[in-house]
Nanobody, 129 residues
Framework: QVQLVESGGGLVQIGGSLRVSCAAS????????MGWFRQAPGKEREFVAA???????YYADSVKGRFTVSRDNAKNMVYLQMNRLQPEDTAVYYC???????????????????????WGQGTQVTVSS
């Protein structure tokens, strides 16, 4: 059974940093593209970042230069390091996996939810003054 479990969310001040993690089980992530999405209250879920098997990354314009996505295949983990956080970053952050396509690329296709077939339950990140 494939599971994605996020952790590391919490309350952080404006301008602060936070790292959220995604632990995968039931499938080795090393050959697949992994993504991060977020959903703010009253808004649709939106793409944040993606990383493929060769560590090629892709970011939403809103987080480029502030967020960094990475992976540790040995631990079967994906991370999202978030710096210079702003109130508009407040959201539930979701990890997602595309376990349908081996050795896939990363780009505009992976900004859509339909590219992914497994999702975590989310972790809350709140940015407050």
């Amino acid at each position: 059974q494939v599971q994605l479990v996020e952790s590391g969310g919490g309350l952080v001040q404006i301008g602060g940093s936070l790292r959220v993690s995604c632990a995968a089980s039931g499938r080795t992530i090393s050959s697949y593209t992994m993504g991060w999405f977020r959903q703010a209250p009253g808004k649709e879920r939106e793409f944040v970042a993606a990383i493929n098997w060769s560590n090629t990354v892709y970011y939403a314009d809103s987080v480029k230069g502030r967020f960094t996505v990475s992976r540790d295949n040995a631990k079967n983990m994906v991370y999202l390091q978030m710096n210079r956080l702003q109130p508009e970053d407040t959201a539930v952050y979701y990890c997602a996996a595309d376990f349908k396509r081996l050795y896939s690329g990363v780009g505009h296709y992976y900004t859509g939810e339909n590219a992914y077939d497994y999702w975590g339950q989310g972790t809350q990140v709140t940015v407050s003054s």
